[in-house]
């Protein structure tokens, strides 16, 4: 399997998801994708990756994305390779949880050979903060060994059919001309034209991590600043999971979907539960302070 992992200024986290990688599936391939970090702390941790790992840097900003150039860079990552193989997108503020062995690799060659329309695989835990309500959509599909996320509403989301967190085949993407397109919703309503919902692994073995900071091209409102002081954004890596906790994973009962705070433990302590990844997320005041603010600005603009 190929790891691409995407990167922008947020050098700590990118290190952390290259070590986790290295620890978790050391005989697998890492490809870094670096979108122009400029911060004197990221450019020294990639020169140090590049010691060990192909890193490939995007030097110009011309994509219009509000992702930056991640689609730009997951769009040259799939046309790089060569060969037909299992390919996990992850991003800096991202890690590996547990060891991949060898019935992770078989069950993942499997689903895509088993099924021909199958696109995307998500790897990752639900999070704990997620309504209920969406968690009940995740229902464990027997014959595909996944759970899938049962949406039946018109309202647009993205992650029924594509995450930008993923595990793909290259052939299963070059074999429908994919090309990715800047916007999470646009590229699920592309998977949604050609694959199966997307299978969430029974078995998890990625996650973001809380409460990350924003870098990418985000311009940061004053609201969305003082959210990241309150809610303390930072740096939160995760313990690889032993041995006991991995079993616990792989034994449970199919009807109880894989929450985060049910099995991973953060290295650092001092952050409140339920994890966010969206300072905006956990208090409402922000949340409307962030509306209010946003009206101003747009009635501004008109005057």
Not at 76 to 102: G, H, N, P
Not at 105 to 111: D, N, P, T
Request: net charge positive.
């Amino acid at each position: 399997m190929i790891f691409f992992v995407f990167s922008y200024n947020r050098g700590p986290h990118l290190k952390n998801c290259i070590e986790s990688i290295e620890t978790c599936a050391p005989d697998h391939q890492v490809i870094v994708y670096d979108d122009a970090s400029n911060d004197p702390e990221t450019q020294q941790i990639l020169r140090d990756i590049e010691t060990r790992h192909e890193v490939r840097r995007r030097d110009d900003k011309a994509s219009g994305d509000q992702h930056g150039a991640l689609y730009t860079n997951m769009q040259r990552a799939i046309e790089s390779v060569e060969d037909d193989c299992l390919i996990c997108f992850l991003q800096d503020d991202t890690q590996l949880v547990r060891q991949i062995d060898e019935q992770d690799l078989q069950f993942m060659e499997g689903y895509f050979e088993k099924f021909p329309s199958g696109g995307f695989l998500a790897p990752v835990f639900q999070k704990r903060i997620t309504r209920q309500r969406t968690l009940d959509r995740f229902v464990y599909y027997e014959d595909r060994g996944v759970y899938v996320c049962e949406h039946r509403s018109r309202k647009q989301v993205a992650g029924v059919y594509y995450s930008d967190i993923s595990v793909t085949r290259s052939d299963r993407l070059k074999a429908v001309n994919w090309r990715f397109v800047p916007g999470e919703f646009e590229n699920e309503q592309q998977a949604k034209e050609n694959f199966l919902e997307m299978g969430y692994m029974y078995a998890p073995f990625a996650m973001w991590l809380p409460n990350p900071p924003a870098y990418r091209n985000k311009k940061k409102s004053f609201t969305f600043r003082l959210a990241e002081i309150v809610n303390q954004a930072g740096f939160y890596p995760f313990r690889i999971m032993g041995e006991q906790s991995v079993k616990a994973l792989r034994t449970r009962p199919t009807q109880q979907v894989p929450i985060a705070e049910d099995y991973l433990r953060i290295a650092v302590g001092g952050l409140k539960s339920p994890w966010i990844y969206d300072p905006l997320r956990r208090y409402r005041l922000l949340r409307k302070l962030a509306k209010l603010e946003d009206f101003l600005k747009k009635l501004t603009r008109k005057s």
